[in-house]
């Protein structure tokens, strides 16, 4: 029963052309790679900082495993909380402006952490409908009545908005690249329930000294969801809170307390990145400009999308001819990756780009030049 279940949600997928391929990289997930013999620009990483591959990043790691040693060794509440994950969590507070921050291994974990705990039967949980999958499904699986509001229409939120409810949406949405009008859900709101917010992409990306969408909407949401595996260029995430739900969580979230913690060395090499974001202004700086370059290059293709971001869709409609436009420029020394259905919603297949501060204006250049021809060649 289980074979035949499963080969036939293979075959259906690969008859509408969705299968998924894992791709086998020949070296890190750098800004530029190599595949067999030519060296490829990637435009497909979430290491908007370049942090991922920071030579000074890495040393703190390296001298962090000598003095650390490797693992862990066991969860939170048995021996696997050390200082170092401590001070981890002052400077995430003393940036962010909350008391508490919990650490979990990844940001699905934290998400689905989050919502589990929190949420009773009875309650209600409100979603925009472009949330990262960990929300979604948390929010199917937790025993809350759940809803999702259109995305970003804030008066639809407010018709299904009842009292206690919580309210959960991303800063920078992961595929549009868009910011949520977090200044007009927040007031929404206050005083009816809690606001969450997933910040994945947006911390130290934007806002004032990197704090991200919170900060460059001016509202403090009661939850904030930040992750660790984009512009921190490393792995893990934490949940911001004030003392209460942290403690709350400590005493009841499943996924931290079950679960091993994090190692030393990293959460030593993720204060420095934190510390990193927050005062590198100049990396900030590069990528609004390239975001500007970028603006000058490309409105004037079909499907371009303007966004704040260095979250760049490219609306291409038709998943077969995503796939080749992005089959073609990696041909050409570009990795861009084509974003189908289930992803996104049908008829709007796309590219997605995302600038880093390792790319340059030239990278740019050439990039324009491909999708020119390679668009006209495929339509
Ligand atoms: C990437 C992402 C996650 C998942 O974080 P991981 O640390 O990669 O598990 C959660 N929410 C959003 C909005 C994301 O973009």
């Not at 070296?27 to 908007?48: A, C, I, K, M, P």
């Not at 202004?281 to 079909?302: C, G, I, P, T, V």
């Not at 340059?360 to 999708?371: C, G, I, P, W």
Request: one cysteine or more; a negative charge.
């Amino acid at each position: 029963m289980f074979k035949q279940r499963i080969e036939q949600a293979l075959e259906e997928r690969e008859e509408r052309g969705l299968l998924r391929k894992i791709h086998k990289l020949e070296r890190g997930n750098l800004f530029e790679f190599r595949q067999t013999t030519d060296s490829v620009v990637n435009y497909s990483s979430n290491d908007y900082m370049g942090l991922a591959s920071d030579k000074q990043l890495t040393q703190v790691w390296q001298e962090g495993l000598d003095r650390y040693g490797n693992g862990s060794g066991s969860s939170p509440l048995v021996t696997g909380y050390n200082n170092v994950h401590s001070e981890l969590e002052e400077t995430l507070c003393d940036w962010l402006g909350f008391e508490r921050a919990i650490l979990f291994n990844s940001g699905f974990s934290a998400n689905q952490a989050l919502l589990f705990t929190l949420l009773e039967k009875g309650d209600l949980l409100l979603q925009d409908k472009l949330n990262h999958a960990s929300l979604i499904e948390a929010g199917m699986l937790s025993p809350a009545t759940m809803k999702r509001f259109k995305h970003n229409d804030v008066e639809h939120l407010k018709r299904l908005l009842t009292d206690c409810a919580l309210v959960a949406t991303e800063g920078v949405f992961s595929m549009d690249g868009d910011l949520a009008p977090l200044a007009d859900i927040s007031h929404a709101v206050d005083g009816k329930g809690w606001l969450a917010v997933d910040d994945a992409h947006g911390i130290g990306v934007v806002g004032r000294e990197g704090r991200g969408s919170c900060d460059y909407a001016g509202v403090k949401p009661t939850i904030l969801i930040v992750t660790f595996g984009k512009a921190f260029g490393l792995s893990g995430a934490a949940i911001l809170c004030d003392r209460y739900v942290g403690e709350y969580l400590t005493q009841f979230a499943r996924h931290y307390i079950y679960s091993t913690s994090m190692p030393l060395a990293q959460a030593g090499t993720l204060t420095e990145a934190a510390k990193m974001l927050r005062s590198d202004e100049w990396r900030r700086e590069k990528l609004s400009e390239l975001n500007h370059y970028y603006d000058q290059l490309f409105e004037s293709f079909d499907g371009y999308i303007k966004t704040h971001t260095p979250i760049k869709p490219m609306i291409l409609g038709d998943s077969a001819r995503a796939v080749t436009v992005a089959n073609k420029l990696r041909a050409e020394g570009h990795w861009v990756t084509a974003i189908r259905p289930p992803t996104v919603p049908e008829g709007r297949a796309r590219l997605r780009l995302t600038l880093t501060v390792n790319h340059t204006r030239s990278h740019l250049e050439q990039l324009a030049q491909s999708l020119q021809h390679v668009l006209k060649e495929v339509r």
